[in-house]
């Protein structure tokens, strides 16, 4: 049982550049979530999906698309990378959302030059 | 003010001891609450879930006050491996707000 994997690890990009960060889950969890987090700063919300083909706005969407066209795929798609979207990008999935707490997958590092 | 407020340390205890969290929310719809931990660059992992009557889970004793938006967690007996930083975590409308954490480190 492999949890919530991310890929890659690790990514740097120029500004302007486009990418998509993945993120599955193998635990049939339907709410599904993206965070990001940064120095001194708490885990931030971008966007969240409660099940395949419903996705939502979290705190920070600026900057950032997402789709949930299966229960096991969650990928974040950064549209014109900037500097200020360096951080570690987290996903995480759930039974039954915010009542039953996350698993989080081990984070995308993300540096934009 | 932020959604969550916690004293980010860093706690330095020696092996043994015992170490006590504190953490205010302003969220009054928040409806469940728990702890996690992080490990260095790791991934938060879920400690506890914090109950209304408060909650044990072996070393581990988490309270919430409702009407103060307090909660709490305290550590008896401090290992070396307890060494993290502690979030606390109000959840409301599908939503989990993180507070930046209190760094713990046990000293041998």
């Known amino acids: 049982n492999a949890g919530v994997t991310q890929t890659p690890k690790f990514q740097v990009l120029k500004t302007g550049q486009s990418m998509t960060l993945q993120c599955a889950q193998d635990?049939?969890?339907?709410?599904m979530s993206w965070y990001r987090q940064d120095p001194g700063m708490g885990l931030r919300l971008i966007h969240y999906?409660?099940?395949?083909?419903?996705?939502d706005q979290g705190e920070v969407p600026n900057g950032y698309n997402v789709s949930r066209s299966t229960t096991e795929d969650f990928p974040l798609r950064l549209l014109s990378a900037a500097p200020s979207q360096t951080s570690v990008y987290f996903c995480?999935?759930?039974?039954?959302?915010?009542?039953?707490?996350?698993?989080f997958g081990s984070g995308t590092r993300l540096t934009v030059v | 003010r932020k959604e969550v407020e916690q004293d980010p340390g860093p706690f330095n205890v020696p092996e043994g001891a015992t170490v006590a969290f504190n953490c205010t929310y302003s969220?009054?719809?928040?409806?469940?609450f728990f702890w996690y931990r992080q490990d260095c660059r790791k991934e938060p992992k879920l400690l506890m879930s914090?109950?209304?009557s408060g909650n044990e889970d072996g070393r581990f004793t988490a309270q919430l006050n409702r009407a103060s938006q307090y909660i709490s967690l305290l550590i008896r007996d401090s290992k070396l491996s307890d060494s993290a930083t502690y979030l606390c975590?109000?959840?409301?409308?599908?939503?989990?707000?993180f507070g930046s954490g209190t760094q713990l480190t046990v000293l041998p």
């Open positions: 635990m049939n969890h339907e709410y």
């Open positions: 969220n009054s719809a928040s409806q469940s």
């Open positions: 995480a999935s759930s039974y039954g959302g915010y009542e039953y707490g996350y698993t």
């Open positions: 975590v109000p959840g409301s409308a599908r939503q989990l707000t």
């Open positions: 914090v109950y209304s």
């Open positions: 999906s409660v099940g395949a083909g419903i996705t």
